[in-house]
Structures are given as structure tokens and as C-alpha cells.
């Protein structure tokens, strides 16, 4: 069964292989409607716990590699493009240096992508629960003003991105995804941040009580993160000092504190913006709870390196580290590896078929 | 049955009450030996989760004054010293206020106590282990400078502080507790919080991969609460600022990490010391992971709002209270109150046999 924008979809499932073969998936969305017991194309399994490991000490060129290798094969020598869609920042120069700049190219591009979707996968894997914003931000790694994409890649994006349109997804293709991966980590790092803190869903960290302690550090790890783009070349033509409010309110409107006039209760009738279910939790935070390897390293520790190198400080953004570190060694430490003090860099891209995750 | 050190001991206990009664408390201690089955004096019972909540909402003086009113009915009028041991910062002004300096007193005095114990309460609340540090704090609320201890007070704290020597316990008579409070809870906010926020025993936080992320903001945290106590007029003839490398090594120096040459594995003979069990968690994590409240507002949020007050800013400390005040919020709800925004004093001061507490 194709998708609703007319591609054959294959997805790579790891603990949901069988439900999801059997099954399918049913998608409940505000934006994209109900799809009960969608079927992918079809479904490939990547073995679980090997896999986990693999994605978090291994290059990401190594995990697309066997695909991209096959599907070179299968179209006599036509490359294909490869979108990342993966929060973080600096994680797609290793994919194109060894996939697309080399001797041996096996893809003809780097797409650099970004979805902004607040989903919750439920019941085992066999449910998706969305609301009504989604956004996907996809655009050329090295940025083109640099490097020329290819002809080729120019064409395979387009379709992508009309594909994905006919399938319902508002696509921003840009000039600029970096400048638009550092304002999306303004969320990941913030808001996400201080669920990830506080192991709790936003909307807890938005109860009107919890307010005065949350939301004033999730508003100063974006100060953080926009002085560390700042040092690093990010200025205000391509990430205007302005997105720090828009982030914050973004996800602040979702309060019921700021409608609620304690004085005349009866004022209390507007109700907060809802874009993200109730019980939403960022993707960090539920690869945490799971216990799997999570986007540490691509969300905050490439940003605490890069304000190492620049001489910014980021205490908020090092406490989360800090709190989320001794996690991840353990967890490394139990699959059998031995983990090393490097910042790893794009431990869990999602290439050619990849999870969406906010 | 008496402790080893002569007294009578009357332990109020919660989910406990009915082992301990039936079964006593089993002592493991590398310092003070091994006492199986040890049986109070007396055990009497606090209805479980009214308590709970009691201790986090009510002030510390409402928890003891029934305890103080029986005892000076059963003595005639003369009145008990009560000795408050727990962590964390401006806990006794209210005590003091309410039960000593009234029209109608119920206490001599306020002696003001901390514990440096590293105990873990195990198996339902019938064995305590315990390694080989331990020692025990203690001196006047008001400073004996301003406020000229009762003669009575002062005959009753000598007492309990020959008695808990005879027990074993190490103590230190102190003019200052204000500024040994100061001291101790660079402790609690540092390898404390990070043990707090990363959910982890010390031992893990202690990890060689992990200590580069850890150490760091473990001592970042003891230079912001020493700025606050500056600021608050502790200054180096009470808190010297080599108490920050003291209790910075004190817990460092349990790491292996420090001990292995990498280029000469051969030198990583010597062991770390070690004044820990393995496992042990500072106590704020155990009532975090029990589902219990913490003594986030004692240890804390009081230092918070003295910084607030004089200026100086804490990133990495309101970092951790906005990790925890979630989960406090929604504990609190859960009972059935009405949580506040402000910050509490004493929510869980333990008076007249409160447990030991890190």
C-alpha cells in the first residue's frame, strides 16, 4: 500500500517489526487525519538491541551504508539523495564526506531535514497520536551558497518534498538549514530540555505553580544556545534574536496560567493554544524512559563543545548534560561497549526512511 | 531496650512502624558495628501520607508541638530542648519563633543539628547499612552571639551529646551551625544534585567517562551556593573557600578515575577511598524515587531566594530546582493540596528523632 502522497514507503522497524508487519500502524492526526491500520510498502527489521548500540558508536554513514550499497546496485549506478531528518546540530558532515564527497560516492546528496511534529507512538508501536502542527524544514548540507547540489539531488528533493506534500506535511524547502537546525535546538534544548530535566510531559511543566521555576530556565538555555550560534558565525540576518520569543511562546501559550485572572475567575474562559497532545513528551525524553541511547550528543553536547571552542558559557545546557551523561555511560557500559569520553557526533540519524522526532 | 548509648529511644515511624515494631531495625556499620535486630524504646505510629503531606505544607512546629505539649504536661512545666536534624538552610527561625520565643513556650531552645552519614534504608525499612564516616553537628539556633543560650538548654544539649557519644557517634559542638549549615550543603547542592538530577548513586556520577560532564558541574554548583552564602554575610572567618575544595574531594577522591595511568596501567594499584556504600544515594533521591516529597525547598530553594534577594545568579542551581518542581507540584496535587508558588521553609524538619539524613 502506497502512502496518501503516493510513494512506496518502507520502514525500518526495530521492537514493532512484527505488530507493524502484521498490523500496520494507525495513524490519529488533527493535521493528517485517521489512518487506521496503515501498511508501509514494506518492513524491514534492523535487529534491536545490536542496532541501538550501532547507532550510538557508530559513524551514521555506517547504518544507510548497506542500503544505499543495494539500492546502487538495483538501479545500475544511479545514486540516490539521502534526507536526514534528525534534530541536532553538526551532524551531517561525517554522512557527506564519506557518502557523497569521496572516490566511491554512493548517494548523490545530503538533504538536511527537520520535522517539527509533536507525535506520541503508543501501543506498542502500532499507534501514532498527533495534533495539528507539523512542519518539515528540509534543505542542502554543505549549504549551496558553498557547495552547488547536484542536478540530480536538485530533482530527487523536489520530488520528496512533493511527494510529502501530497501527503499532507507543510514543507519549508531552505537555502539555510543550519541556521534553521540552531532554531529548532532553541526548542529541543529548552522546552525539551527541562522535560527531559524533569522527566515530565509539558504540559506539567506548564502547570501555573511549577511556572516560575521552569519556564525562566527554559528561556535561559535559549539565551545560551543563541550565544553559542552567535559565536559560531549564526548572526541575526539568518537567526534573528526574535525566534527565542517565538519558541518560548510557542510552547508557553499551552498554559492555562497566563488565562487565568485570579481576581475574576469568570475571565478564565479563553482557552490555551493546543498544539501538542496532553500528555506529550519530547523524543529525548522518551528514548530515556525506554532506556534506549538517546539524542544527548546531537542536541546538547555538540552545542556545549562548539561553546567550548568559543569560550561561551552554558551552565543550564552543562547541568543537563551532567544529569543525562551518567545515563547514556551506563546504558553504553551495559550493551557491552566501552564509552569514551569524545563528544560523539549524529549518534542516531534517521536516513532514508527515519522516525520523526521533535 | 536501650541504644548504646544509654537513652531512651522513641522512633516515630511511617510505613515502617509495624517491622520495626514486630522486628526492630537490623544496625550494618563499618563505624559503629553490627546491631541485629535493635529495638527502640518505643515506636509510635504517623499515619502515613497525612504526614507526608503534613510535613511538606504544614511548618515544622505543627509536626512536633503535640509530641512537646504531652511532654511538658508528663514533666510539670519543665520544658524539652528540641533538636531539629536536617539539611539545608533558614529551618529554625520559625521553630524558634512559635515554640520558643512565645508567650507560652513549649521548648528551652532550638538546637540545630546536621548529620554527615551515609546511611541507605533497606529491606522495608528494617536494616540500615552504613560505612564508615559518620559525624554529627550541632549548636544553638539563635547563635549563641545573639541570643544567650537558656542555662537549662545548654545542660539538656550537653546530655544528648554525651549520650550520642557514648552511642559512638562523632561530634562537633558548634558556635556557628548557621555557617556549618553553609558547609554542608555544599554537599547536598553539588554531588547531591547531580546524584539528584542524573537519578544515580554517587559511584555512577563517579564514572571516569562520565566525570568530565559531572565533576565540573559539581563544583560550579558548591561556587554558586558559596557566592550566596557571601552575599549573605558568611564570610571566610565562618566558611573558609577551601571548604569547596574539602568537599569536592571528599567525594572525588571515591572515583577510580583518578587512580589509572592509562599509559602505565600497572600504577592503578591504589584503591579510593571509600567512606560510601556503593550504592548510596543522597536521600533527596531516595524520597524522589519513592514518590515521597524532597527537601528541595530546604536545601535548595532557600538558598534560590537568598540569591534572589542579594543578586547573585545560580544558573546551574535553578537548573536543578526546575528539574524537581514538577515532580513536587504533582506530588502534592496528587494529595489532594493546593501547592503554592512560594518557596517553603522546613517542609520536612525532623524534630525530637528525626532520621539521619545526607
Redesign the interface.
Known amino acids: 500500500m502506497c502512502g496518501t502522497g503516493g510513494a512506496e514507503v518502507t520502514a525500518a522497524c526495530r521492537s514493532n517489526y512484527n505488530v507493524v508487519r502484521e498490523k500496520g500502524i494507525t495513524v490519529q492526526s488533527g493535521k493528517l487525519g485517521y489512518h487506521p491500520n496503515w501498511h508501509p510498502t514494506r518492513v524491514v527489521k534492523s535487529a534491536d538491541e545490536v542496532d541501538v548500540a550501532f547507532d550510538y558508536l557508530a559513524p551514521a554513514s555506517e547504518i544507510v551504508r548497506p542500503y544505499l550499497e543495494s539500492h546502487v546496485q538495483r538501479s545500475s549506478g544511479k545514486l540516490p539523495l539521502v534526507v536526514m531528518i534528525q534534530n541536532g546540530v553538526d551532524i551531517e558532515e561525517e554522512m557527506y564526506r564519506t557518502l557523497v564527497a569521496t572516490d566511491k560516492p554512493l548517494a548523490c546528496g545530503i538533504a538536511s531535514g527537520l520535522t517539527w511534529v509533536g507525535t506520541t507512538l503508543l501501543d506498542n508501536g502500532t499507534r501514532i497520536e498527533h495534533g495539528n502542527f507539523e512542519r518539515f524544514e528540509v534543505g542542502f548540507y554543505p549549504l549551496p551558497r558553498f557547495v552547488k547540489p547536484d542536478a540530480e539531488a536538485e530533482r530527487l528533493l523536489d520530488e520528496f518534498i512533493e511527494i510529502i506534500t501530497c501527503g499532507g506535511s507543510t514543507v519549508v524547502k531552505s537555502d539555510d538549514i543550519e541556521a534553521l537546525r540552531w532554531s529548532k535546538i532553541l526548542w529541543n534544548t529548552s522546552w525539551g530540555g527541562?522535560c527531559l530535566?524533569?522527566?515530565?510531559p509539558v504540559a506539567?511543566?506548564l502547570?501555573?505553580?511549577?511556572m516560575?521555576?521552569?519556564c525562566?530556565?527554559?528561556r535561559?538555555l535559549m539565551c545560551e544556545v543563541m550565544a553559542v550560534a552567535r559565536a559560531n558565525g549564526i548572526d541575526e540576518s539568518r537567526l534573528p534574536m526574535s525566534r527565542v520569543d517565538d519558541v518560548y511562546n510557542m510552547t508557553q501559550s499551552q498554559s492555562t496560567a497566563l488565562f487565568v485572572n485570579p481576581a475574576d475567575p469568570s475571565c478564565a474562559s479563553r482557552v490555551p493554544t493546543t498544539l501538542l497532545p496532553d500528555d506529550f513528551k519530547p523524543s529525548i525524553l522518551v528514548d530515556l524512559e525506554r532506556g534506549r541511547p538517546t539524542e544527548l550528543e546531537p542536541i546538547f553536547c555538540n552545542i556545549a563543545a562548539r561553546a567550548r571552542r568559543t569560550g561561551v558559557p552554558t551552565?543550564?545546557l552543562?547541568?543537563?548534560?551532567?544529569?543525562?551523561?551518567?545515563?547514556q555511560?551506563?546504558l553504553i557500559?551495559s550493551l557491552g561497549h566501552k564509552?569514551?569520553?569524545e563528544y560523539h557526533v549524529n549518534p542516531r540519524a534517521n536516513a532514508v526512511g527515519g522516525a520523526p522526532v521533535i
Open positions: 527541562v530535566l524533569s522527566r515530565q506539567e511543566i502547570r501555573p505553580e511549577v516560575p521555576y521552569t525562566g530556565v527554559a535561559s551552565p543550564h552543562d547541568t543537563i548534560i551532567a544529569a543525562v551523561k551518567p545515563y555511560a551506563k557500559a564509552a569514551t569520553n
